[in-house]
């Protein structure tokens, strides 16, 4: 597979997390082979997360159909996985709590999709027929998460999501997956704590004397 080009690659925080990669990933592939390793990480720790979410999952499904949305509580479309077989793609209809990407679950433990991996694509998305892309595309199993997810929110010009999906194809491995696993879960709890700040912040600055109040008394 053709490396990165120099004046492309990726920037210096998602080369950090591949960077780590470099000597640990060697001692892991000396007791197990890079791929099993990855499928055991998404057997284990997919399906410990698909015990603990099932039952919010199924709440907010239920929730969903009361409510009758259009189109049903779940949404699904066709992807394309490991070797181009295509499967359907179960969604539920929300954002709140990342439900929708816990309710992929499933998907991890049949082995449709990874924990960590390039985006799912529709069957004959032009993505997949980049120079260099057929190949790896191939080869990994896409991902409720990945690389070009959580690097593409800093909104950068050289976090291009399809430069960052093909470095994670050529720096794969378990140990970047549970980086990027832990950039992931750290995310969503910086936001709230910015929003928290702010409205500390806000409430701070807002004037409750009563009316009268003078500082000399």
């Known amino acids: 597979m053709a490396g990165t080009v120099r004046g492309q690659f990726p920037s210096r925080p998602a080369a950090r997390l591949t960077g780590l990669t470099d000597r640990a990933g060697r001692v892991t592939d000396r007791f197990l082979p890079r791929a099993p390793a990855e499928r055991v990480l998404d057997l284990t720790l997919g ?3 698909l015990i603990l979410t099932a039952p919010a999952v199924a709440v907010a499904a239920l929730a ?3 409510r009758h949305t259009p189109g049903g509580a779940w949404d699904r479309r066709p992807r394309t996985g490991l070797g181009g077989r295509v499967f359907e793609l179960r969604t539920l209809r929300t954002r709140r709590l990342r439900l929708d ?3 992929r679950l499933p998907h991890v433990v049949r082995g449709e999709l990874s924990l960590v991996g390039p ?3 529709a069957p004959g998305d032009p993505r997949a027929a980049r120079p260099g892309a057929r ?3 191939q080869e990994l199993r896409p991902g409720l998460t990945g690389l070009a997810q959580v690097r593409a929110r800093s909104g950068m010009p050289w976090d291009d999501p399809a430069l960052l999906d093909q470095h994670y194809a050529e720096h794969h491995g378990v140990v970047l997956d549970l980086a990027i ?4 879960a750290r995310a969503p709890l910086r936001t709230r704590l910015r929003r ?3 409205t500390k912040a806000h409430l701070s600055d807002a004037d ?8 000399v008394e």
């Open 101 to 103: 990407l816990f309710s």
């Open 47 to 49: 399906t410990v997360l």
């Open 135 to 137: 190949q790896w595309r």
């Open 119 to 121: 985006a799912p694509l």
């Open 208 to 215: 409750h004397r009563r009316p009268g109040y003078s500082t």
């Open 181 to 184: 696993l832990a950039e992931a």
């Open 196 to 198: 928290a700040r702010r």
């Open 64 to 66: 969903l159909g009361a």
